[in-house]
């Protein structure tokens, strides 16, 4: 039996990075991450105004290889991952039987039989040892390469000029060409990736992120982690923002974004969060959950909607939400994700909620520590960028 009190806390390969920039830190999965530098609220703003720096090395890649690798995909997960482009990325989710989400991924399709999926950190080896049970059918190889890859995101508006301006990239392939990566940067569309080079080494360049900002992640050896860091610090100036876990979470509430192990779960089907549409029912074969999914979730599962509440007392996930503020309404949902919303001004919150209170408009109540405060339903995302 394994000892959990001798497991290490792992460390990113920017720690020493972080360190000396005087950032805070908490434990993320096992992970001591960056959870602010200074103030959540400047490098809040900092990425809906200008650009923001994040350290997302804790996250798992997992290498999905082998003439059957498109078929073995598309039966492990809820996506169609064999329709995906080389150079796409996909948004989809990984289901136990029961049709509950045991994960929601990132795939990016590198190679005509080469696929790099990407977990939450927390999930990292259940999405392993699942990944690798689905494909043994299949002429497929399953491989964690989570320990050799950093992962660096840049968003917000100045995040292209500043990713242009920064020296060093090119191509992937002979002459590592500067002007050849520029043009293919420019013309990225969100959710493509480009196979580039900085100083020489590989590096996986893709539009996409958790913000609700246009940005990019950028996945490179660790020992080259350090050294991109700073380039993007120095080449963006006041422009460039280091930013922490806290952050990260306000900026992808405001989006609408789901957090797994708030928004999302094994007990959670996908149409009961918004996101029936990335199940791929049309696609042709069996893949894990399909059964569960074509039956859906029960008729009276709770449901995720958004809610805005007046004043500064934000709700919590946790907190419970009630049909209304008199003192005998009965409870009819749950607060998953919550705060005061630095862009809108205002609390908002995601919550599950029986369906009957779900429709736009209806007026609830959060019970914040004893008090009700009354809250309205409203559609996600809470905030959409200009495009």
Known sequence: ???????????????????????????????????????????????????????????????????????????????????????????????????????????????????????????????????RDR????????????????????????????????????????GNDRDDFLAALDGLKYYRAIAAEYQGEPVLVARTGYTGED??????APERASGLWEALRETGGPRVTPCGLASRDTLRLEAGMPLYGHELGRDIRPAQAGLGRVV???????????????????????????????????????YDVVAGVDGDAEAVGTVTSGALSPTLGHPIAMAFVDPAHAELGTTLAVDVRGTRIEASVVPLPFYKRQP
């Open 1 to 131: 039996m394994t000892d959990l009190g001798t497991i290490p806390e792992r460390r990113s390969p920017l720690d020493a990075v972080h360190r000396a920039a005087g950032a805070q830190f908490t434990d993320f999965a096992g992970w001591q991450m960056p959870v602010r530098y200074e103030s959540d609220l400047a490098e809040h703003h900092a990425v809906r105004e200008r650009a923001g720096l994040f350290d997302l090395s804790h996250m798992g890649e997992i290498l999905v290889v082998g003439p059957e690798a498109s078929d073995a995909l598309d039966y492990a997960l809820a996506g169609k991952l064999s329709a995906i482009a080389i150079g796409q990325a996909k948004y989809t989710l990984l289901l136990g039987r029961d049709g509950g989400v045991v994960d929601d991924l990132v795939v990016y399709r590198t190679g005509d039989d080469r696929y790099m999926v990407v977990a939450n950190a927390s999930n990292r080896d259940v999405v392993v040892g699942e990944l």
């Open 135 to 174: 494909t043994a059918p299949f002429e497929a190889d399953v491989f964690d390469e989570s320990d050799d890859v950093a992962l660096i995101a840049i968003q917000g508006p100045d995040a292209l000029a500043v990713l242009q301006e920064t020296e060093g990239f090119g191509l992937q392939g002979p």
């Open 215 to 220: 940005g990019f992640e950028l996945y490179l």
């Open 280 to 318: 791929a029912l049309a696609k042709e074969g069996d893949f894990v959950g399909r059964a569960a999914s074509e039956e859906g979730p029960a008729a009276d599962a709770p449901v995720l909607v958004g809610l805005i509440t007046e004043g500064r007392r934000a709700p919590r996930a946790g």
